[in-house]
Nanobody, 123 residues
Framework: QVQLVESGGGLVQAGGSLRLACAAS????????MAWFRQAPGKDREFLGA????????LYADTAKGRFTISRDNAKNTVYLDMINLKPEDTAGYYC????????????????WGQGTQVTVSS
């Protein structure tokens, strides 16, 4: 079983940046895919990007390209989401997720989820 804990959310002004972290425990993440999603009130959960833990290859949604970067730290068993030039429409709960064997864009493919961290961007 994989346990995931997100951190790093908060209130930031438009144009600012944040780094979210997702610390994993419970088992080695080799051969796991780690993804970031977000969900705003009244909206569906949105895929932002994912990273193949074994080779570090990222995949990004079009909405995330250019402003969001996903990376991982093997020693810390942690995956990061670096966000720059934040906009009010980025306000949402941000969640990390894990799945064995690959990376997918649909949330239903991920059986392991963190509790989420809130990001609020003020205008």
């Amino acid at each position: 079983q994989v346990q995931l804990v997100e951190s790093g959310g908060g209130l930031v002004q438009a144009g600012g940046s944040l780094r979210l972290a997702c610390a994993a425990s419970g088992r080695t993440l080799f051969n796991y895919g780690m993804a970031w999603f977000r969900q705003a009130p009244g909206k569906d959960r949105e895929f932002l990007g994912a990273i193949n833990w074994s080779n570090g290859t990222p995949l990004y949604a079009d909405t995330a390209k250019g402003r969001f970067t996903i990376s991982r730290d093997n020693a810390k068993n942690t995956v990061y989401l670096d966000m720059i030039n934040l906009k009010p429409e980025d306000t949402a709960g941000y969640y990390c997720a894990a799945a064995y064997g690959g990376i997918w864009t649909r949330s239903s493919a991920y059986p392991h989820w963190g509790q989420g961290t809130q990001v609020t961007v003020s205008s």
